[in-house]
Each structure stands twice: as C-alpha cells, then as structure tokens.
C-alpha cells in the first residue's frame, strides 16, 4: 500500500495543484455539471449535491488516494482536478485521472497539472507505473498523454453507449523507467 495521507501543495507554472478547500465547491460543482466533461468521462448527468458535497468534504483525508484541485494562479479559481487511486498492490501502479472545466481549457493547464502530478508522485512514491483510461472520443486527452509519456497497452472494445454509437476506451501506462527517461532528456536540454 502507498501512503498518499500528505496532501501537498505543488507550484507549477500556470497552476498549483493544492487540497480541497470550502470555497473551491461551486467551481467543482460546475466542471462536474459541464456538459463537455460529463461526455468526456462518460458520468451521468444526475447530481446528488449533498453526496458531491460529503465527497469533497472528505479528500483531504483519505490515505490511499491522492486528490488534489488544479488552481489557476492567475484568478485562484478551481479548474480542475487530478487524482491518483485504486492503488494495484500486483502491479506496483495506480490510476491516473484527471478533468478539466471550462474554465480551464485550452490553455496548457491540462498539461502541466499531469506533468507536475506525474513527477510528485514518482519521486515520493515507490511506484513502477501509472495507468489510465482514455475514451476514443477524446483526441485532446490523448495527445497530452502520449506527449507527458503515456504509452497505449489495450483497448477496452465497446466500452462507453454515447449518442447511439459505442466508444472505445483506450489504456495506457507510464512505467517509472519511461518517467525517468523523459527527466533524462528534459535535463540534457537544459
């Protein structure tokens, strides 16, 4: 087991990603209610505010999961969020997931909040991987992933009913030697 118990603050250029706080329901709330993001993540429109509100009340306390707000800096304003869970004892890995609301697309914060969120977790974690699953639909996802060093291992066939037609879900990975070597190659740049 992993002990994400430390819930950090991390600075990055364009965003902090930083715990949960009460002032940051309403901006949760609205990413969760966007309609983009519910396609994107294949979640129900139905919304049970009380159980959002219990839910998010109590991520600063959980010990094998990692959930943090993607902030804006320049607004301190809630985005988004990254989350890391479903620990993998087998495997050594964890999920990776994260969304982003409207208010935070299209400007590079998607990017960097993984990037900072991937090189928190390998170097203070043991971890061998991350793993995520990314529906075919989502092109944008995809091309951060792959860019930060996500690499595709399978394809879950049929996995999402949207609009009338089913959607693939493609999974991928980052093992901590292709996380390694991309450091490598960031600091041979330098």
């Known amino acids: 087991m992993v002990n994400l118990a430390y819930k950090p603050l991390i600075i990055g250029k364009k965003v902090n990603l930083r715990p949960f706080k009460d002032e940051d329901f309403p901006f949760i709330e609205e990413c969760l209610k966007d309609p983009e993001v519910l396609k994107l993540t ?20 959980q010990t094998d999961r990692l959930d943090l707000a993607i902030v804006d800096q320049s607004t301190d304003l809630l985005v988004g969020e990254v989350v890391v869970n479903l620990f993998d004892e087998k495997n050594q890995s964890m ?50 992933y792959e860019k930060v060093g996500f690499v595709a291992y399978s394809i879950d066939e049929n996995n999402l009913e949207f609009d009338d037609k089913w959607i693939d879900s493609l999974n991928m990975n980052l093992t901590r030697t292709n996380w390694l070597n991309r450091m490598e190659k960031s600091y041979e740049k330098i």
């Open 42 to 61: 294949g979640s129900s429109s139905d919304f049970d505010r009380e159980l959002f509100l219990y839910w998010y009340s109590t991520r600063n306390a």
């Open 95 to 144: 999920n990776f997931r994260i969304l982003i609301g409207p208010r935070g697309r299209d400007q590079g914060f998607g990017t960097e909040a993984t990037e900072l969120i991937i090189d928190y977790v390998f170097k203070n974690t043991s971890l061998s991987q991350l793993t995520l699953s990314v529906f075919d639909f989502n092109p944008r996802a995809k091309y951060v």
